[in-house]
């Protein structure tokens, strides 16, 4: 359920949304060129890999086992490549499922480990060192880094995924009447001096897809795309964002098929 | 996890690079958790460099600096296979070491 | 606006508790430096007031005497950073225009405590530092350097944005 505001966050909020609505086309790009390239190549992100992978082989819960018989579509402990096919249906759970989804399945199947507990706490705080599903998805997009964006569409679960995506992608809702489209429909846009890439488009899908998950700056923390459409979500007004839920995932699917044939570059780097 | 350092040390003419990123929270102490708590401070305040035996840089570092700290500095000398040795204190009591060697 | 993470070679190792092999570095290392020949080695002592002035003038004034703007020292920051939380910047000095420097301070000016950091450069190495600084807000950062006990600076100013939405 959406929270109450005080007076100051409504003041913010009418003020971003009068900026967002009435932002002339003026491209942010090349404010932040100076700052990227003084920041260089060095990303924190390469410790949260570390991190992933070495969860991957940790034999953890009741049945103190490892994610190694993990299958991520591509057959049993193939990470390689995994990502980039995601989201995608599931023959074992009979549903399309997005990486988060697939891990906490793994989780609980394989390591025995209870549902509530994997899923409890999914994203950090800030001043956590990440969680074990930040970590796990972080390596994972690592292990496809270069590889082209593919998420299955072959299966008919996997396109009305797609369609249900769209759908939700549009739909106005929430006290401000916003929807994903309302800042991510067009390109060229920004609020203040974030650019707000056009999802709806192949460019702006990809670059966006390939991109996370992200060490985010302001955060000290590499986030998820999940984590990232949650975050809207809130900045929207709307309900919180389940991980692994329909609508996280049909949103990605969306996405994911908009970038498809776009590379991986993940993990990277944002505010 | 926390201790780790990540570094980089290559030749370039007659100097050697070190690009080192280590992983710490570097709390400054003045943020407050969700319960209102304000978190301890939590950083390193010293850091160092070494060739070999050689120290070749040696900071004091305050809460300001960021987040899973970045450090760069170069050296005269060093050559391809040499150690490079980057180790860190912070005010809990805890230390951080890594080394790679020179490309 | 993606950078990709890095993929040149690195090695780790893990924390180790402090060793008695750490105390042993750090004797070598004062041994080392008393056994320098001429040039004052800079104090390996952490200057903790300097640390804990809460003002531009104070934690400057723990540093030593009011340092005069030079040249010779290059100091980069960005003009506008997407976030306060991670500043890269980078100080560089020609030796030949400013010979004998043997610590760079870093300091922020609207910092809760302007000096970020503080480094002691021995001899053979480069007056060279690139880090990452938390910068609050809008405000100048500093580079003093010290040189045969007399201080020198750079400076700039950087801009802090608010993210799109406010965060």
Not at chain 1, 182 to 192: A, D, G, K, N, W
Not at chain 2, 48 to 68: E, I, K, L, P, R
Not at chain 2, 76 to 88: A, F, I, L
Not at chain 3, 133 to 153: R, S
Request: hydrophobic share 40%; glycine share 10%; charged share 20%.
């Amino acid at each position: 359920m959406p929270r109450g505001y005080g007076v100051k966050t409504v003041f913010l909020w009418s003020v971003c949304l009068a900026l967002s609505l009435g932002a002339a086309r003026v491209p942010a790009d090349g404010v932040f060129d100076q700052y990227r390239d003084l920041m260089g190549d060095d990303n924190p992100a390469v410790f949260v890999i570390d991190e992933g992978e070495e969860l991957w082989f940790t034999a953890q819960g009741p049945k103190s086992a490892t994610l190694e018989a993990c299958d991520l579509g591509l057959g049993s402990g193939v990470t390689a490549g995994a990502y980039v096919r995601f989201p995608r249906y599931f023959a074992d759970t009979n549903e399309v499922m997005d990486v988060e989804a697939r891990l906490v399945h793994c989780m609980t199947t394989i390591q025995g480990r209870d549902l509530e507990s994997v899923t409890a706490k999914p994203y950090s705080l800030r001043g956590d060192l990440g969680t074990e599903i930040e970590a796990l998805v972080t390596w994972l997009a690592a292990e496809s880094e270069g590889e082209t964006i593919a998420p299955e569409q072959t299966h008919a679960a996997e396109r009305e995924m797609y369609v249900l995506g769209e759908e939700i992608f549009f739909y106005r809702a929430g006290p401000h009447d916003f929807s994903c489209a309302t800042c991510h429909e067009q390109s060229e846009m920004r609020i203040r001096l974030q650019s707000l890439p056009d999802l709806t488009s192949h460019a702006g899908a990809a670059n966006a897809w390939g991109s996370w998950p992200a060490y985010r700056i302001s955060q000290g923390l590499v986030r998820t795309m999940g984590w990232r459409m949650r975050d809207c979500f809130r900045q929207q007004r709307w309900p919180e964002l389940q991980m692994g839920s329909t609508t996280s995932i049909a949103l990605q699917t969306y996405m994911a098929v908009n970038a498809a044939g776009g590379v991986m570059s993940a993990p990277g780097l944002k505010r | 996890m926390a201790g780790r350092i990540k570094i980089r040390a290559q030749k370039k003419g007659d100097i050697t690079e070190v690009k080192a990123l280590m992983r710490h929270p570097m709390e400054t102490g003045m943020r407050k958790d969700e319960a209102g708590e304000a978190i301890p401070a939590h950083f390193i305040t010293e850091v160092a460099v070494f060739h070999g035996d050689q120290t070749v840089m040696q900071g004091h570092w305050g809460a300001a600096v960021s987040a899973n700290p970045f450090l760069g500095v170069r050296f005269e000398g060093g050559e391809p296979g040499d150690t490079v040795r980057v180790t860190w204190e912070d005010n809990q009591g805890g230390t951080g070491e890594g080394q790679t060697t020179i490309r | 606006m993606a950078v990709k993470g890095v993929t040149g070679k690195m090695t780790t190792m893990k924390a180790k508790p402090i060793s008695r092999r750490r105390w042993l570095q750090w004797t070598l290392v004062l041994g080392a430096a008393a056994a320098l020949p001429g040039r004052v080695w800079a104090t390996l002592v952490r200057p903790d007031a300097a640390f804990g002035a809460t003002a531009l003038d104070q934690a400057l004034a723990a540093l030593g005497d009011a340092p005069s703007a030079h040249e010779g020292i290059e100091f980069v920051t960005p003009d506008i950073a997407e976030n306060g939380a991670v500043v890269p910047i980078r100080v560089a000095v020609d030796s030949a225009a400013l010979p004998n420097v043997t610590k760079v301070s870093i300091l922020v000016e609207m910092n809760p405590n302007p000096l970020a950091a503080s480094f002691n450069i021995p001899p053979g190495t480069e007056v060279y530092i690139e880090t990452r600084v938390k910068v609050a807000q809008t405000c100048t950062l500093y580079a003093v350097v010290e040189a045969d006990g007399q201080l020198f600076m750079q400076s700039r100013e950087t801009k802090v944005t608010l993210g799109g939405c406010g965060g």
